[in-house]
């Protein structure tokens, strides 16, 4: 059973940056896509960017573009998330997700386990 454990969220200043964590279990790590989503308060989940198995392929929301880029490290077993520029609007609870195929997704529906989440929260 894949268990996934998102850290490095919390409060910053519009303008500055986090790295977020996301460390899964089990050794099957390499062989997923893996995506990062968030939820704003009464807002439906988000897509915020997606990853193939390698790292060799990529994908971000246009609402991130420019500012947040995805990586992995499968030695780690560990996919992140490096958002730069941070605004208000990005004020979230994000998720690391899994998926049992290779490639990368934009959808939620196509993933099949989530972590807990972390918040992060940006003052203006």
């Known amino acids: 059973q894949v268990q996934l454990v998102e850290s490095g969220g919390g409060l910053v200043q519009a303008g500055g940056s986090l790295r977020l964590s996301c460390v899964a279990s089990?050794?099957?790590?390499?062989?997923?896509?893996m995506g990062w989503f968030r939820q704003a308060p009464g807002k439906e989940r988000d897509f915020v960017a997606t990853?193939?198995?390698?790292?060799?392929?990529?994908t971000v929301a246009d609402s991130v573009k420019g500012r947040f880029s995805i990586s992995r490290d499968n030695a780690k077993n560990t996919v992140y998330l490096q958002m730069n520029s941070l605004k208000p609007e990005d004020t979230a609870v994000y998720y690391c997700?899994?998926?049992?195929?290779?490639?990368?997704?934009?959808?939620?529906?196509?993933?099949?386990?989530w972590g807990q989440g972390t918040q992060v929260t940006v003052s203006s």
């Open positions: 997700a899994a998926r049992f195929a290779p490639t990368q997704d934009t959808e939620a529906a196509r993933y099949n386990r």
């Open positions: 089990g050794r099957t790590f390499s062989t997923y896509g």
């Open positions: 990853i193939n198995y390698s790292g060799g392929s990529t």
